[in-house]
């Protein structure tokens, strides 16, 4: 991975492992988990822990304490979510001090838990002020960066608990998980359409919308080129275009690709794009998507000049409850690839602020068009 | 442990940590189950391994691979079925050929995930069928026992898919769990009372009734002293009776005392009971009842005679829907207890053997009541 020219990892031990017992963390497994970041360290990498881990390709880590006869909402439950604050406060404190340490993330797309946790937004955005402050607290100021993430549902899916607010304004920074296979995009638009090319940079500027700081920086903290949605011959492609436009956008923080290794056949019930996502076969041997991204990243090293503000803004009007027109498919969406299609550059400004000057101008917009 | 008298152990590894992908039984896993067998031998004590766990005081482990978005049925998915019997076939040849290896089980109390994962009783035979010639094969023909277990619902509980004729002929012999809450036998008659002191003697007298091989072992294989069911000053005396009690059946073959060690209290929502249950307390002292139990192993070591038949049975007449008569609170567990009270050893004939004389003869059952 360092040899691609890669710059960090993000890693995420299994929930239960790390905390088997809702009183208890176990040392060891967070001794190992120190012992991965050193061992990143050696190579230069740097590293970003996920938390409360919870759920990765399509499987859900939960601990047996909030399970089945001992049934727990991980995120209402008031002891639950005290035990998690434990947890990110003990990563925390084992982290602190380790120069290679991106930060401690919460958890992984924490909102694939809502399907069986019920949960509203209020709520959300309690449990996440809860853990945020337990993991900053561990860490220590200046110890690195605090963040959440979500799937694109907190973007895209209509009354979903997780908001963009959330997202844009809670942590140090936005991630954002931009997949090609999220509201069909993919398949809507076809694998080498403007609107998969443009994705992430798309994401990034949706989520500048919703910060209320000036320059928040947002990370493109997952992509990645999933067959079938993108073809294993047009993946090459889709990582060039992906890194250069969202490198295009003036407040990227970076790209974290989604992932190293293909997941192994040997390995059952993962869905069929788990298998194939890697930059990397399961035997470790560079795929052709490898090599365009590390001579992208080569690229974009040689020439790092920041990107320049966007001056023109489309305006966003949509509700928690209509938020599915600025995803896939929907008008606001189509709109601005359209725009973007013809050589604009538009950044997105939410209704609301549409027509305050200071919001305007801290965020060096100049013009703003409303979608017909 | 060993100091106590006490020659053997059960072992329960968690399934999730030993098969944590469908088509993966983690070798490292299986390694370390072995070592455990191999340190209790360098104190002469003999183990008998869980295969799939499972179920463990209260708490449900499955690997995720069986639940949330993965949800498959432990009991009827065929391809759950067939990983489990990997998992047995692989234990059974890493400890096929270690004399201290008393055998291999299922699992403890697999009828625990019945009300997670329903299943009719015909789905319950074909799988204990399959796992134990799974674990028969890994084993090998002459290396130790196969067998399975279930918690007392097997026994009394109407239209529970695990039977007693699943329970009293599948596996190499019949392991009863009768538990003291169970049916609420020690609140019902007080701790002290001779239900609650006959109760594994009872247990294996049932058991002997569904046998269909005339002699089959019987193996009390859970039993224990939980407060506040027996209080803490009850349970010496809850211990001696119990272990003499079971001894005079002729056809028990040992019994397993629940459970080393009492749970430590820093350790969060086990069951009140589980907190105390250990014949040590959670610092590794030995408890009063500690003292008891090695005491009676001794006095029943001196004295090696068998128990001799019993030549009186009396007439147990329920359907797999009312086998609850036979359980504490039911009319023939309540005509069973009278008749011991009163001085007589019943045992327990199946109302379809009754008049069965080759039944009765090969049992050494000489009369016959039937409870009024």
Known sequence: MAGLGLDHVRVFHLW??????????????VDQ?????????????DV???GVQGHLSSFDFYPEWTRSWHHRNVFTDPDAIEAQATLLRTLGRALAGRPNVLGLQLGNELNNLVEHNPVTTDQVDHYLDTLL??????????GGLVT??????????????????ASARKGDLTTVHPWVFSGDCARRYGPRSPQVLHLAEYGVELANAYATAPGRPVWVQETGAPEPHIPAADAPEFARATLRNAAGCAD???VTWWCSHDVDRALADYPELEYTLGLFDSAGRPKPIAEALAGTVADLRADPRPAPARETALVLDCTPSTRSVSGPGGSFFETWMRLRTEGARPAVVL????????????????EVLRPE
Do not use: M
């Not at 239960?16 to 497994?29: E, I």
């Not at 993430?149 to 979903?160: E, N, P």
């Open 16 to 29: 239960p492992l790390l905390q088997p017992n809702r009183t208890l963390v176990r040392a060891t497994a």
């Open 33 to 45: 988990v120190v012992q991965l970041v050193d061992l990143a360290a050696e190579f230069d990498l």
């Open 48 to 50: 970003l822990v996920d």
């Open 133 to 142: 402050a337990a993991a900053r607290d561990g860490l220590g100021e200046g």
């Open 148 to 165: 959440h993430s979500a799937y694109d549902a907190a973007w895209y899916g209509d009354d979903h608990p997780f908001t963009p607010e």
């Open 252 to 254: 990227v923080w970076g």
């Open 351 to 366: 209704a609301r602020h549409a027509e305050d000057e200071d919001h305007l101008t801290a965020r060096g917009i100049k």
